[in-house]
């Protein structure tokens, strides 16, 4: 990791974070002990990665309002669907993990080995999430996977994740853009920082998630510069709401592999060349609530050059 007066910062943070947990959710305290046990590593620094994207001082050269993007049609030939874009750089840590808690719903998706992890996933019940975003107001609570992580295994519906999310304070840094999906094609993003909560609902058939609250009770809280919206996050907002208008309903599996390929002007697929901060696009996945299966890009990196490989772990 790292050493000096950030370390020491990023110690007391965690520290903060686990109190509360052990708290609340002692359940995955004990889980992320039996992950250090398991990997032979120090409970110290297992406790740290799991506050990692928490911590205000790390990165400091990360940008706000890049990230993931994330889009649902709430219909099609093969019923609801949703598709998303990992935008976080090249990392070697993340796997398809399959989860089945004591208690609660299974849930299944792309996670990384050493977190509790909730992003990216659909669970037993058919509820999909995922999407992120950066703001500039802080609080303490939770990391926002931990919250993601109750969801999944609490929540069955759209609407219960919504009453769920309500009940928790979420991150220090990040906040969300949570794209919520469930088998009975009911979507919502909804769009959470440490202090505020709102909610946007499907439209036109469909919704998206970008890098910056649309709200108008949200928009302040945006953490990056208006000329960085304007020239990154706002082209692909406009761009997947065309393809929620005009995306291919009777094969939405192929229309979602495009638009999840896509380059240029608000194109979901990145290289690490294409943003002032080289960020590269490290997979994408494609969820069928009501199948509970789901499409990961594989290899690892941008998906115009992965093939896409279907998961259905419930059959």
């Known amino acids: ?14 520290n903060r974070i686990i109190k509360d947990m052990e708290e609340t959710l002692p359940e995955l305290v004990e889980e992320l002990r039996g992950i250090t046990e398991g990997a032979g590593l120090p409970e110290e620094e297992v406790f740290m990665l799991n506050a990692w994207w928490e911590n205000p001082l790390f990165p400091s050269s990360f940008p706000p309002n890049i990230g993931c993007s994330a889009v649902a049609f709430t219909d099609s030939k093969l019923d609801p669907i949703m598709g998303q874009t990992l935008d976080i750089g090249r990392n070697p840590y993340w796997v398809m993990v399959f989860v089945k808690p004591k208690k609660g719903y299974s849930f299944y998706g792309t996670l990384r080995m050493d977190m ?3 992003g990216r996933c659909i669970n037993e019940k058919g509820l999909c999430i995922g999407g992120t975003v950066s703001v500039s107001d802080r609080a303490e609570g939770l990391p926002r996977h931990v919250v993601l992580r109750v969801i999944l295994e609490s929540c069955a519906t759209v609407d219960e994740a919504i009453d769920t999310l309500k009940e928790f304070k979420v991150s220090v840094r990040f906040g969300e853009n949570l794209l919520l999906l469930d088998a009975s094609g009911r979507a919502a993003v909804v769009e959470k920082s440490p202090t505020r909560q709102d909610v946007r609902w499907a439209e036109d058939g469909g919704i998206c998630a970008t890098n910056h609250f649309t709200l108008p009770s949200m928009r302040e809280l945006n953490a990056g510069s208006e000329k960085m919206i304007e020239r990154y996050s706002q082209p692909q907002l406009d761009r997947l709401r065309e393809f929620i208008k005009e995306g291919d309903r009777e094969r939405p599996i192929k229309a979602f592999k495009k638009i999840l390929r896509s380059h240029g002007l608000g194109g979901l697929c990145y290289h690490g060349d294409e943003w002032p901060w080289p960020t590269c696009t490290q997979l994408a996945n494609i969820m069928l609530p009501r199948q509970r299966e789901m499409y990961v890009s594989v290899l690892m990196g941008p998906p115009c050059k992965s093939q896409f490989i279907k998961y259905s772990p419930y059959e």
């Not at 990791?1 to 965690?14: C, I, W």
């Open 116 to 118: 509790l992890g909730g």
């Open 1 to 14: 990791m790292y050493k000096g007066s950030a370390r020491k910062e990023h110690e007391k943070l965690t």
